[in-house]
Structure formats: C-alpha cells, structure tokens
C-alpha cells in the first residue's frame, strides 16, 4: 500500500514538473474587470501584448465587466489552477470591493494565486475652475465654513474615488456631500459644469482637461510628485499628513496555482518590466511601473484592506 501511495506522489510530481516545463502550451486567457477602452483595459491590452511574446503564447484579454470587478474575481477564483486563466486586477476590486458589497462571493487573501505587482497610478484632486479654493487646505476650510456646501463626485458607491474622497473628508474633519455616478465620464462632465466641486481621478485620463483648462488639479495622492504633472503638490504637501494613496494593477490566478507555474509568471514579469518598449508605453499612459514578486502584493493588499476597512466603517458605506 505504501508503495502504491510513493508511486502515486512520484507520478503527481513527476506531472507537475511537465506541465510547468511545458507551460504554456496553449493560449493563456487574462481576465479584465472592466469594459474594453477604459483605462485597466488599456493596460491590460498592453501588458497582455508583452506577456504573450515573453511566454511565445497568445494573451487573450477577456473582458468581464461588472460589480467593480467582482464578477471577473469570482470566475477567476473558480477557474482550473494550470495557469491558463489568469485576471489582471486593479487595487479597488481587492481591497475595496470585498470590504463593501454583500454579494461578493470570493476572498482577497485566500482565494487565489499572487504573482505579483504590475504597476501603480496615481489619482489627481480635481476641482471646478471656477471654485474659490486654491488648494486642498481652503477647499477644506471651506467645506468646515459651509457645512454640505462642498461635493465631490465619484464613479458610484463604493468606488475607488469615492472612498478617496471620504478619507480626505475624515482627515479633514469635515462634511463633504457624495454625489454617485454611474462612471467617471458623467461625474466628470459633472465637476466641469460646476454642479459638484470635486472628483478624484485617475491621472493618465486626466491629463487632457487639465491641460484644457476645463478644470484644475489642487492634488496627487502619491507621496511624490507626478512627473506628468511636476507643479501639482501632493496631498502630503498640502497638508494632509500620510494621504498617500496610489492605485496598482497585479497578476494573480486560482488558488493552489503550481510554483512553478508561479514562479515562470513571476520570471516572465520581471523580463517584461525589464523591456524598455514596454517601460515606455506605460510610462506615457500615466504609470509607474512597479514589478514585483508574490509577497509585496500580498502584504500591499493585507494593508489596505486595513485602511480601506477602516474608511468605511466610519461614513458607515455599504452596497447590497
């Protein structure tokens, strides 16, 4: 009996050592959360592109948009663990999304695979170009003057926007109205008709009405200054001490993925990051690359589950 047991582990091993040696020997599926031409679909599509050719397999970018990428969670936690099913994943759907909406079926820390950092953005504060406040510290003594009288717009409940701005109003002590979107686009609109005051967004799409005129960065949430926009201060600088807040997007797969499988993904990152073509397209969409191995992403997600965690439970935010 014993040795039939031995057998059986040498074999299992034996087969597991082929398939990492072997992998990927057909196309590797990505996962996005997001509709196509948004901004994780877009680098998601790029990175897709580079990951392929480091691997010699097709990427196919497999849109699966819906519940802040909850839908595009599930399905990957649910996936075969062999490596052909991996999700592309931006920050909010980790350590926002579970912390917020009832209905999520998987669990950040438990049910999947990390294999890494990809890299991070940052978001910009932008304000109606019309409204007095010059900088964050009077756009929150004005919200303390006017109770309400201060608003900010987000992509919906729950967003990754509007949790910013609810941490800006709790470091800030003060009252500030949310006005829920469905999307960035109509918030937008929205904060350059001057119907809210404020929004949050992400810096590469932001780029263009900023340097339109049509609104006006008071802010980064990174702790240093963007270099596609080195006059704005950070909101460190602005006096909203440890604000610093920068999305990132990862590679993780289904629980239980073999190491090897995980440790030719990691390998096939950092090659990736390592590709100056790549660092360049990136670099001109507004991100800061960041690669990194499994444990950086796992200790990053513990850690703003925690802050994430903590926002919420005090504007008492949640989504059936």
């Known amino acids: 009996m014993k040795r039939w047991m031995m057998a059986g582990m040498l074999l299992a091993l034996v087969q597991g050592t082929a398939m990492a040696d072997n992998y990927p020997a057909r196309p590797v599926k990505l996962i996005v959360g997001y509709a196509p031409g948004g901004p994780v679909d877009t680098a998601a599509r790029i990175y897709a592109d580079y990951l392929g050719r480091t691997l010699k397999q097709p990427v196919v970018v497999d849109n699966r948009a819906g519940a802040s990428g909850a839908i595009a969670a599930d399905l990957t936690a649910k996936a075969a663990p062999d490596g052909y099913t991996l999700y ?95 999307g960035n686009s109509p918030a937008m609109a929205d904060v350059i008709g001057g119907k809210v005051t404020f929004m949050f967004d992400i810096t590469g799409t932001a780029i263009g009405h900023i340097q339109g005129g049509k609104v006006r960065a008071l802010a980064v949430t990174s702790k240093t200054r963007n270099a596609a926009l080195p006059t704005v201060p950070t909101m460190i600088e602005s006096g909203m001490k440890n604000y610093d807040l920068t999305g990132w997007y990862a590679l993780i797969g289904p629980q239980k993925l073999p190491a090897d499988v995980v440790d030719k993904l990691v390998k096939a990152q950092k090659s990736i990051g390592d590709d100056p073509a790549f660092q360049q397209r990136m670099t001109q969409g507004g991100y800061d690359l960041n690669i990194t191995g499994p444990k950086p992403l796992a200790d990053r997600i513990q850690r703003e589950l925690k802050l994430w965690g903590g926002v919420v439970k005090t504007a008492n935010i949640q989504v059936d």
């Open 88 to 182: 592309f994943v931006a920050s909010p759907t980790m350590t926002m999304t579970p912390l917020i909406q009832k209905s999520v079926n998987f669990n950040p820390t438990k049910d999947f695979s990390y294999i890494g950092l990809i890299t991070d953005y940052t978001n910009v504060l932008l304000i109606n170009k019309d409204f007095p406040a010059k900088d964050v510290n009077e756009l929150v003594e004005y919200a303390r003057k006017h109770p309400e009288g201060v608003s900010f717009g987000s992509a919906g409940v729950g967003a990754s926007n509007h949790l910013s701005a609810e941490l800006l109003a709790q470091m800030g002590g003060v009252k500030m109205l949310h006005v829920p979107y469905k």
